[in-house]
């Protein structure tokens, strides 16, 4: 069963552009992973520097798979961009697409 994997991320006030240009990358390298369906990246309209980043997969075993192929120097741009710590949480589908 699909599931999303979302991550809140709030930027440094300073750092929205770039964290934009990261997420960006970021998703181009979670795209092709075994058992990816699809990445959303979001971004507040009254909160600029607010993230959410929507990776779906296959299932839950194919999310957990995916985390040992993401390049490390994407994820340190990441936390290096970011104000605080990620807010991470899965969901099962109830109504997909």
């Known amino acids: 069963m699909s599931i999303a994997q979302t991550y809140i991320l ?3 006030e300073d750092k929205v552009d770039e964290a934009k240009e ?6 181009a390298a979670v795209r092709p992973l ?3 369906e699809g990445v959303t ?4 309209d009254k909160r600029p520097a607010r993230f959410i980043f929507i990776e779906t ?13 993401m ?4 994820l340190s741009a ?6 605080e ?6 969901y099962g589908f109830v109504v997909k697409g």
Request: hydrophobic share 50%; aromatic share 2%.
């Open 85 to 90: 710590k990620p807010d991470g949480s899965t």
């Open 57 to 69: 997969f296959a299932d839950a075993e194919a999310h957990k798979a995916s985390a040992a192929s």
């Open 34 to 36: 075994p058992g990816c």
């Open 41 to 44: 990246i979001l971004q507040d």
């Open 22 to 27: 990261v997420l960006e990358r970021m998703a």
């Open 78 to 83: 990441l936390m290096a961009v970011l104000a």
């Open 10 to 12: 709030i930027a440094a």
């Open 71 to 74: 390049p490390k120097e994407i």
